[in-house]
């Protein structure tokens, strides 16, 4: 088993990397400190993108799109976070601004 960053640690980490970079960040939702799950919606010009925690084909962590490949509508976005929230009470959400769409962090997208 692979060493893991506490959830809270994490969001708090990036949450601090986006404000050195001069992007917006914020916390929509609290999550289990240890060991919730998290979700990323990256804000963008031309709609939004929500990235769930993965594993990819070796077991490795990843991410995913969860509202897919094309930019979502906020209403997409919304609907996404409540069926997540619904599945696991302990998911930390943070949305940061993202132009682009890309992470401002190192990720694996699969």
């Given at each position: 088993?692979?060493?893991?960053?506490?959830?809270?640690?994490?969001?708090?980490?990036?949450?601090?990397?986006?404000?050195?970079?001069?992007?917006?960040?914020?916390?929509?939702?609290?999550?289990?400190?240890?060991?919730?799950?998290?979700?990323?919606?990256?804000?963008?010009?031309?709609?939004?993108?929500?990235?769930?925690?993965?594993?990819?084909?070796?077991?490795?962590?990843?991410?995913?799109?969860?509202t897919g490949e094309a930019p979502a509508d906020q209403a997409g976005v919304d609907a996404y976070l409540a069926r997540?929230?619904?599945?696991?009470?302990?998911?930390?959400?943070?949305?940061?601004?993202?132009?682009?769409?890309?992470?401002?962090?190192?990720?694996?997208?699969?």
């Open positions: 088993m692979e060493a893991r960053l506490k959830s809270g640690l994490w969001v708090r980490a990036v949450i601090r990397q986006c404000d050195r970079m001069g992007r917006a960040a914020v916390v929509l939702r609290k999550g289990d400190p240890d060991s919730g799950g998290i979700l990323v919606v990256l804000r963008g010009q031309a709609g939004s993108t929500v990235l769930a925690e993965a594993r990819d084909a070796e077991g490795r962590p990843a991410w995913v799109r969860g997540q929230v619904k599945r696991d009470p302990d998911v930390w959400v943070i949305e940061i601004d993202a132009p682009d769409l890309v992470p401002p962090f190192e990720a694996r997208l699969v």
